[in-house]
């Protein structure tokens, strides 16, 4: 698919009945994952007094999930292709609805840590499924773009919806129900998906590339559990090196793992792919990115203007809103002007209103250019997420549709684990030791403003060779 120009057609599409459907119960089911991705930020508090962590132990509950979620969205994405995307959709959402009613339900620590990595894993598996299914029910084209838009919308608001959520379940009932409330939306989908998802069979009678899928997943456990150890301990700590060194080893050795295997996980020739390799570079950027400002507004508001964990929430409600928007209009820009200038466009909007944000001080007053530039951000943020996805899986057939929702998937979860502790790093060296409120404010100007370059470097380059590279699969 070329990504400069966008595709001419002679009237606008419309979805049947059955599709808004369809799309109603994939878009709710990615909300729900979502949601869960930030749900228990603003509880761990509670959850560790509640269930007795130690505070040392207490961020297991965040790294616990994203281990699973991130190590194995590449090999389940692989396994919805050969098993059937419909099959591993329901099971996954059933997995998610037990782990939920488990942590619910929890009297211990292990107990609970046991129901986030499940939640992990059934995030892994039911992510790139139904973004599968949506990419396949859906032709190439505005339909297409205007469901991806959709999905990144309500995926990106999902995660300033769970910030406000855990808040008010944890403020008003207990911190329990920011895991039961999923089980009644689990038990909806596992219900309802059978009926309104189409026959999807496997089409493929092979076997799993066992070398390549154990290689790869222990890479991306370690790198994501070193990115989880740098946040915590520092990027020098023997443990970050270790296993960011690991990591990175076994993954270039998956690379020459795959090129000899006669039934490769991910085929060398997709990873040559500019559309996907430059798409996904975009993607990684714009998650590493908006996360970690979220990251670092939550340090501004709690640290520096006082905020409740309850009112940091519903602050971002209006970067919520910016992602909504932007979600909205990223189809129907891609479809206008092209992948290549969304990205571009999204990406230069997205710096252009973070990069004010390094004024900001410690009255609250502040806190009108912080809303601003949070809804500003999260459209241009949201712009490049939606030609990201439509870039990504295109110009491919659908029995590779699993492998490439896979890959964007694995960008999106590793830029998510990626952001907070690069962005956290860089607050703590311009703090240099100190500590307060006007230390920590230093620090967070200082990773805003090394945020906002980021963001103009990687969009840019990732659109620059796209265009440069457009027509040519490689």
């Known amino acids: 698919m070329s990504t400069t120009a966008p595709p001419v057609a002679a009237s606008a599409p419309r979805m049947t009945g059955r599709e808004r459907l369809l799309l109603t119960l994939l878009l709710g089911a990615q909300f729900m994952v979502a949601v869960d991705f930030s749900i228990l930020n603003v509880a761990l508090p509670e959850v560790g007094a509640g269930l007795g ?34 099959r591993l959709f329901v099971g996954g959402m059933a997995v998610l609805g037990g782990a939920s009613l488990l942590g619910g339900l929890a009297t211990g620590p292990e107990v609970l840590l046991a ?53 008010l379940l944890t403020s008003l009932l207990s911190w329990r129900w920011a895991f039961l409330i999923n089980v009644p939306v689990a038990a909806l989908v596992v219900a309802l998906a059978p009926r309104v998802i189409g026959a999807d069979r496997a089409r493929e009678r092979t076997r799993l590339d066992v070398p390549g899928a154990v290689t790869v997943t ?65 993607g990684l950027i714009a998650f590493v990115t908006e996360t970690s400002l979220v990251f670092l507004l939550t340090l501004y508001l709690q640290k520096v203007l006082g905020y409740s964990p309850l009112a940091t929430g519903l602050a971002f409600g209006v970067l919520g809103l910016g ?8 189809g129907r820009t891609v479809g206008r002007f092209g992948a290549r200038a969304t990205i571009a466009a999204g990406g230069l909007l997205q710096a252009a ?14 806190i009108w250019l912080l809303l601003a530039g949070t809804f500003a951000g999260g459209v241009g943020n949201m712009l490049v997420i939606v030609a990201f996805m439509v870039t990504a899986t295109s110009g491919l057939p659908d ?37 307060g409120a006007d230390a920590v404010l230093s620090g967070v100007r200082a990773a805003i403003g090394v945020n906002a370059v980021l963001v103009v470097a990687g969009t840019l380059l990732a659109a620059a060779l796209l265009g440069r590279l457009s027509g040519r699969k490689a």
Do not use: C, Y
């Open 53 to 86: 962590f130690s505070l040392a132990n207490l961020q297991w509950i965040a790294t616990s999930f994203a281990l699973a979620a991130a190590g194995f969205t590449l090999l389940f994405g692989r396994v919805a292709d050969l098993v059937g995307r419909k």
């Open 115 to 167: 129901a986030r990595v499940l939640q992990g894993l059934a995030t892994a598996a039911v992510t790139p499924a139904g973004l599968a299914l949506l990419t396949t029910a859906f032709r190439e084209g505005p339909l297409r773009e205007r469901a991806l838009g959709l999905n990144g919308a309500l995926m990106s608001a999902g995660f300033t919806a769970g910030a406000i959520l855990g808040g």
């Open 218 to 282: 222990a890479g991306l456990l370690l790198l994501v559990f070193g990115l989880t150890q740098a946040g915590e301990h520092g990027w020098t700590a023997p443990a970050t090196l270790v296993a960011l060194a690991a990591g990175l080893g076994l993954v270039v050795a998956f690379w020459f793992v795959e090129r000899r295997a006669g039934e490769p996980l991910i085929p060398v020739g997709l990873l040559k792919r500019r559309n996907v390799v430059w798409g996904n570079a975009a």
């Open 323 to 330: 992602t909504v928007l932007g979600g909205t209009l990223g």
């Open 353 to 366: 209103a973070t990069l004010p944000l390094v004024a900001l001080g410690a009255s609250g007053g502040w």
């Open 399 to 435: 029995a590779e549709q699993g492998r490439a929702t896979g890959i964007a998937t694995m960008s999106q979860q590793i830029g998510i684990t990626m952001g907070t502790p690069i962005m956290s790093a860089v607050a703590t060296a311009a703090m240099g030791g100190a500590a």
